[in-house]
């Protein structure tokens, strides 16, 4: 491998309802079209750890949202809250990168 490649994580800015910013790095997205002909978008994110020492430890965790827009046009990230579309897009996102990544399962 060539030790002068460098790797420019895709960064994504999430507002939450209390105005705190959080960052994290995009591992995947996924566009699918639903029963009613409508696209539906998905991104997969870990927090980022900018501190090269500590990325091993913000990797832990694989979060799951889905890309919407509101009546202005405005894209935001909001969590998946039917379970059995969760479980779907979960195993999509499992697949695509067990690859890449050590993907365990998760006991709730």
């Known amino acids: ?14 507002v939450d309802e209390n ?16 029963d009613n002909d409508v696209e539906q978008r998905y991104v997969a994110v870990t927090p980022y750890e900018p ?7 913000s990797y832990d965790e694989l979060i799951i949202l889905k890309v919407e827009e509101d009546e202005d046009g405005e894209t ?16 999509i996102f ?4 067990s690859e890449y990544y050590e993907i365990a399962e998760d006991d709730e």
């Open 1 to 14: 491998m060539d030790e002068n490649l460098e790797i420019n994580p895709y960064l994504i800015t999430v």
């Open 51 to 57: 501190n090269p020492d500590e990325i091993l430890e």
């Open 19 to 34: 105005g705190e910013e959080h960052i994290f790095e995009e591992l995947d997205r996924i566009e699918l079209t639903d």
């Open 94 to 97: 499992e697949e695509r990168l």
């Open 76 to 91: 935001f990230l909001s969590a998946i809250e039917d379970q059995d579309e969760f479980d779907e897009i979960g195993q």
